[in-house]
């Protein structure tokens, strides 16, 4: 199922943050029926830096690359402010596309960008944004291919310019709107009263960010209709490393910690050795 059938259907998507192709695999062995690419997380994990607009859009090309020769779920790819004015977003929506993309999210922030959840942001015009997404429109080629526009006035210019921004954005032809970090549940309601109705919404939950955290269940309650967790991951294998690497260097060993680790025939399960090395020996020469 594309991506855009799927958000038909009343139950909300939750689409977890990766980052390269085991976490991509990772995920979908649980279950998930649609991935996010976050530029935090390829800057966190390809960078070891922070979601301040140092990824380019050849590596996340290169990563959503990856991940699509592992996986054939959607995925949604962050494309930042598209990397320029329009026609660089035109152009990352071709190389996107050709990666594999399903969908690009694309901001209105300045660039460099930061992190939606990162104070001192600032704004391109509405205007400028609104032509943005028409070029991306224009650029694609699929219908299939959606593009989510994301405003990140709420700290910027406040709600209501917010609220003012996402309305120009969808007339300019974005398929999913994504109003950025939200403060409050009043907040996240009045979203869903003003565009429920009229187009599919995104909603982003950042542990510790400014958007009260809630489950998929309430924000599909509230009328949301996709839901990621973009860097969660990163944070939760992040806190593993940092005692995984201090256990190392303190013990001299891995037993301490064997616990909390795939031994090495372990790792091969999850990531189908087995299954790949018999895939292999099909096309392996056949003696007479």
């Known amino acids: 199922m594309t991506l855009k059938a799927r958000l038909q ?19 979908e062995q649980a279950g998930f029926e649609a991935l996010y690419l976050s530029g935090a997380a390829v800057a966190y994990t390809r960078l070891g830096r922070p979601d301040i607009g140092l990824s380019t859009a050849s590596e996340m090309a290169d990563t959503m690359t990856l991940i699509a020769d592992r996986t054939a779920l959607p995925v949604i ?43 001192d942001k600032s704004l391109i015009a509405k205007q400028e944004m ?16 959606l593009i989510i526009a994301r405003t990140d006035a709420v700290a910027v210019e406040g709600f209501n310019a917010a609220i003012d921004r996402a309305g120009a954005y969808l007339e300019a032809g974005a398929d999913v709107l994504f ?16 565009f429920g109705s009229k187009v599919p919404l995104l909603v982003n939950m950042v ?54 680790m795939f031994d090495f025939n372990g790792l091969n399960e999850v990531l189908g050795t087995n299954d790949m090395l018999a895939k292999g020996a099909q096309y392996d020469p056949k003696s007479d």
Do not use: W
């Open 9 to 27: 259907e009343k139950e909300i998507l939750v689409a977890p943050g990766v980052y390269d192709g085991l976490t991509a695999s990772l995920a």
């Open 77 to 119: 790819i962050d494309a930042d402010t598209g990397f320029g004015n329009a026609l660089n977003a035109q152009r990352t929506m071709r190389l996107y596309e050709r990666a594999g993309a399903s969908a690009l999210q694309v901001e209105d922030q300045t660039f460099p960008k930061r992190c939606g959840h990162l104070s």
């Open 130 to 145: 609104a032509g943005k997404v028409a070029a991306m429109a224009d650029a694609r080629a699929s219908a299939e291919t």
């Open 179 to 194: 109003i950025e970090a939200p403060q409050t549940e009043e907040q996240l309601t009045e979203i869903t009263r003003e």
């Open 207 to 260: 542990e510790g960010g400014a958007t009260p955290i809630s489950g998929a269940r309430h924000l599909e309650d509230l009328g949301f209709s996709i839901v990621i967790f973009p860097g969660g991951i990163v944070r939760a294998l992040a806190h593993t490393a940092q005692a995984y690497y201090g256990s190392l260097y303190k013990n001299g060993s891995n037993k301490p910690f064997v616990d909390r």
